[in-house]
């Protein structure tokens, strides 16, 4: 089954302890991409990856880093979280960057919490 | 600058009743997509649909409308016949060809009641 796979799907952890939420796809997409979602504020765009080793900010990077040494996997690294990171996050992918020929897929979503 | 704007943060229906959920975006460049997704209680988005720049033509599907009017940077999504079903977060969202990031709305929250 085509699907973008997100874990852990909860997580409660504390400020400073760093945190890497891994993202999988099995669709040999080639656009991967990360979201937080808040209250109010819709999803907003962290990190974007066009292929492998190929990474570029979002509209909101700070406190995260991500990287992409193979096709499938995109990982969401928080160094050092804080409670403002505290977010609900979703991993996408397409075939390639995303244009009216292909979807976005999401994954389920990861809910953050940093206390 | 890119943003979406959807300026109804909860609607209330009863079922059967039409509904129209409004977006209004701003970009610059003129070749870009418009997309509506759907966040249902069980928190996954839900592809509804996608229009690039060039295509003003409405699209119908079922219950669903959509409603594209570039003199109004509007893309419109209307629901006819509203049923429990439909209650959930509506998100628009636009993709500007050049510089390969999403922008989404804040979303509209559908509350439809039998």
């Known amino acids: 089954e085509a699907q973008v796979t997100q874990n852990p799907r909860y997580l409660i952890t504390v400020t400073g302890k760093k945190l890497t939420v891994t993202c999988s796809q099995n669709m040999n997409h080639e656009y991967m991409s990360w979201y937080r979602q808040d209250p109010g504020l819709g999803l907003r765009q962290i990190y974007y990856s066009m292929n492998v080793e190929v990474t570029d900010k979002g509209d909101v990077p700070e406190g995260y880093k991500v990287s992409r040494k193979e096709k499938r996997n995109f990982p969401l690294i928080l160094e050092s979280p804080s409670p403002n990171q505290t977010s609900l996050y979703f991993c996408?992918?397409?075939?390639?960057?995303?244009?009216?020929?292909?979807?976005?897929?999401f994954g389920p979503g990861t809910r953050l919490t940093v206390l | 600058a890119q943003k979406v704007t959807q300026a109804q943060t909860e609607i209330s229906v009863v079922e059967k009743e039409d509904v129209t959920l409004d977006c209004v975006y701003e970009t610059r460049d003129t070749t870009y997509y418009l997309f509506w997704y759907k966040q249902p209680p069980s928190g996954e988005l839900v592809f509804l649909i996608r229009r690039n720049s060039f295509d003003e033509q409405n699209e119908i599907s079922g219950r669903y409308s959509w409603n594209f009017q570039k003199s109004t940077s509007s893309f419109n999504f209307t629901i006819t016949a509203s049923q429990v079903v439909d209650s959930a977060v509506y998100f628009c969202?636009?993709?500007?060809?050049?510089?390969?990031?999403?922008?989404f709305g804040s979303g509209t929250k559908l509350n439809v009641k039998p």
């Open positions: 996408a992918s397409s075939l390639n960057r995303v244009t009216i020929d292909n979807e976005q897929f």
């Open positions: 969202a636009l993709l500007v060809y050049n510089f390969n990031k999403f922008y």
